[in-house]
């Protein structure tokens, strides 16, 4: 297993860095910069007093290491843990909103997880979130054909404390080095995002993603939340939430945690169905205004 610091202390200094301006972009850019970009930040979704309280859960969560490295370290299923705070963000309305208009669709939660970057973390390989077969590491589930994952970092991101990776564009690439099942330690078009805690990164599952070294003398906390919409189910079933955990969810979450095998598709579907549309601006470039 390779265990290699992906980029060096002296080249994140110079590493290619995201220039959006990202609080003015409207709804239209928003969505426009996710579907081509691969990625979007929108800033400033937390305050501080939550940040605060979801600090405070989390660091009291029981957190195991990843195989390469003692310094990256996280705890799944956050939703059934004892964190209010932290679970209430898996429905935020802002986010909500953002990922309805995106979909256009019903909401399925599939993950929520907490990640730690510690000092002396390696960095994470590049690589996706879907795999269109499943996989060892994420099972059938990463075999749904859309989803979203939602970075709510709850630290500042700087150059030397673990700041988001990402390949734009790379979702859209045909070309056998964008299998989704390939890992890269880095890349020559790799771009560095920082941004402030309370801030989100939301990221399409396709697109080559990671994050640098930790160089700080800090942690750098995350929550991670993924979304996905009620059509776009994995490709077999996979294991369920369990429903008196569902109900015990807050009202306002509980419907997201609908089953995972949620698929709404027609396998049937005929060369020329009944009634078809003339009008879809979903699939329209005009959804990404001027």
């Not at 220039?19 to 501080?48: C, F, H, K, M, N």
């Not at 776009?232 to 369990?242: K, L, W």
């Not at 429903?243 to 027609?266: D, M, Y």
Request: aromatic share 8%; net charge negative.
């Amino acid at each position: 297993m390779d265990v290699s610091f992906t980029n060096s202390r002296t080249s994140i200094h110079s590493a290619r860095r995201a220039d959006t301006d990202w609080a003015s972009l409207t709804l239209p850019q928003r969505i426009r910069s996710i579907e081509l970009e691969g990625y979007v930040v929108i800033p400033d979704l937390l305050s501080a007093t939550q940040l605060d309280a979801i600090r405070d859960e989390l660091s009291r969560l029981p957190t195991t290491a990843v195989d390469y490295s003692e310094h990256q370290r996280g705890c799944p299923n956050v939703q059934w843990t004892d964190s209010p705070a932290a679970i209430r963000v898996i429905a935020l309305p802002a986010m909500i909103e953002f990922l309805t208009a995106l979909f256009g669709d019903e909401l399925v939660c599939t993950s929520c997880a907490y990640a730690v970057s510690q000092p002396g973390h390696p960095g994470i390989a590049i690589h996706t979130d879907a795999q269109p077969y499943g996989s060892k590491i994420f099972g059938l589930a990463a075999s749904a054909p859309c989803l979203v994952r939602v970075l709510y970092y709850l630290d500042d991101l700087t150059p030397e404390r673990s700041p988001f990776k990402v390949i734009p564009k790379s979702h859209l690439s045909l070309h056998s080095d964008g299998n989704p099942y390939r890992r890269y330690l880095s890349h020559d078009d790799e771009v560095m995002v920082t941004c402030q805690a309370g801030s989100a990164v939301i990221i399409n599952q396709k697109v080559f993603h990671a994050n640098y070294p930790n160089y700080s003398d800090r942690d750098r906390r995350m929550l991670a939340i993924a979304y996905r919409p009620a059509w776009a189910g994995p490709i077999g079933d996979v294991p369920d939430h369990d429903s008196e955990r569902v109900g015990g969810l807050p009202p306002e979450v509980r419907p997201l945690f609908r089953s995972l095998n949620t698929r709404q598709i027609e396998y049937d579907l005929p060369n020329r169905p009944d009634n078809m549309a003339r009008h879809a601006p979903g699939i329209s470039p005009r959804r990404w205004g001027s």
